[in-house]
Nanobody, 115 residues
Framework: QVQLVESGGGLVQAGGSLRLSCAAS????????MGWYRQTPGKQRDFLALITRSGSTNYVDSVKGRFTISRDNAKNTVFLQMNSLKPEDTAVYYC?????????WGKGTLVTVAS
């Protein structure tokens, strides 16, 4: 089992920045991909960014150039630096990890971007 705990959400003005963190614990060995999704009420959970243990990254087009995913393998932590935030970025942000083909999710952290 892998437990994921997100932090760093909150209220920010449009154009501002936030840095989300997600700490993994438990059976973290063999965790390869870690990433971030977000969800707004009544909508599906959408992929944002992913990073492998080796550091390869992938982003959805809508956040390229604004969001940066990074990872500290020694601390089993993944980060999402979010810049130039827009009101439409308001959502619950979820951390994700895949270990040996099994997906794990955090409980989410709310990001609210005020216009």
């Amino acid at each position: 089992q892998v437990q994921l705990v997100e932090s760093g959400g909150g209220l920010v003005q449009a154009g501002g920045s936030l840095r989300l963190s997600c700490a993994a614990s438990g059976s973290t060995f063999s965790v390869n991909a870690m990433g971030w999704y977000r969800q707004t009420p009544g909508k599906q959970r959408d992929f944002l960014a992913l990073i492998t243990r080796s550091g390869s990254t992938n982003y959805v087009d809508s956040v390229k150039g604004r969001f940066t995913i990074s990872r500290d393998n020694a601390k089993n932590t993944v980060f999402l630096q979010m810049n130039s935030l827009k009101p439409e970025d308001t959502a619950v942000y979820y951390c994700y990890a895949n270990r040996l083909g099994v997906d794990y999710w955090g409980k989410g952290t709310l990001v609210t971007v005020a216009s």
